[in-house]
T-cell receptor, first 114, second 119 residues
Framework: GENVEQHPSTLSVQEGDSAVIKCTYSDSASNYFPWYKQELGKRPQLIIDIRSNVGEKKDQRIAVTLNKTAKHFSLHITETQPEDSAVYFCAASPLGGSNYKLTFGKGTLLTVNP | DTGVSQNPRHKITKRGQNVTFRCDPISEHNRLYWYRQTLGQGPEFLTYFQNEAQLEKSRLLSDRFSAERPKGSFSTLEIQRTEQGDSAMYLC?????????????????FGSGTRLTVV
């Protein structure tokens, strides 16, 4: 089955700096890669996703890049703000057929210091 | 309410007791998922349904666990003879699977979870 590795496990940045979180996956059939943000005690919320027919996607201060050949994808947050502090999870899924199951990484605790 | 609703939010039970959790997905979503999350870990897949059919179960789902979605709407997750290792956050999510590959959102919408503590 799919295995998703996520690095780093913790990341501390100063407000205004950029943050990058990286994930690798093992199943070449995976073609959908979402990122979730989970604040303490709250539900994971989808912040951005990318499909394998696209190399990069951007939404305001957040961007995701995908390298299918190398089987890795990354989340980039620019101009970080204290409210960006949370745990971020990457995930992968082989869409299509009957399998829409997401396999998650272990998460990255991002702390943005004012 | 257009979100995914889970009840109860918290459950404390004694080891050996049975517990049941409920999930009400977004009404138009035909897929429903159960995940388990322990401290410091990402959500781990347990099982999922398309409409009322349970299509896949993880090996994490021992025979003490059973899930149902009898009418293709809400779902229940039951744990029999609870063990301390069952203590975790149980998350439900729903999504819409359809034929429109251009515009529909593949992303899950998660509920707030049920936090189970087995003492």
């Amino acid at each position: 089955g799919e295995n998703v590795e996520q690095h780093p496990s913790t990341l501390s940045v100063q407000e205004g700096d950029s943050a990058v979180i990286k994930c690798t996956y093992s199943d070449s059939a995976s073609n959908y890669f979402p990122w979730y943000k989970q604040e303490l005690g709250k539900r994971p919320q989808l912040i951005i996703d990318i499909r394998s027919n696209v190399g990069e996607k951007k939404d305001q201060r957040i961007a995701v890049t995908l390298n299918k050949t190398a089987k890795h994808f990354s989340l980039h947050i620019t101009e970080t703000q204290p409210e960006d502090s949370a745990v971020y999870f990457c995930a992968a899924s082989p869409l299509g057929g009957s399998n829409y199951k997401l396999t998650f990484g272990k998460g990255t605790l991002l702390t943005v210091n004012p | 309410d257009t979100g995914v609703s889970q009840n109860p939010r918290h459950k404390i039970t004694k080891r050996g007791q049975n517990v049941t959790f409920r999930c009400d997905p977004i009404s138009e979503h035909n897929r429903l998922y159960w995940y388990r999350q322990t401290l410091g870990q990402g959500p781990e897949f347990l099982t999922y349904f398309q409409n009322e059919a349970q299509l896949e179960k993880s090996r994490l789902l021992s025979d003490r666990f059973s899930a149902e979605r009898p009418k293709g709407s809400f779902s229940t997750l039951e744990i029999q003879r609870t063990e301390q290792g069952d203590s975790a956050m149980y998350l439900c999510a729903s999504s819409l699977a359809g034929q429109d590959r251009v515009t529909y959102n593949y992303g899950y919408t998660f509920g707030s979870g049920t936090r189970l503590t087995v003492v």
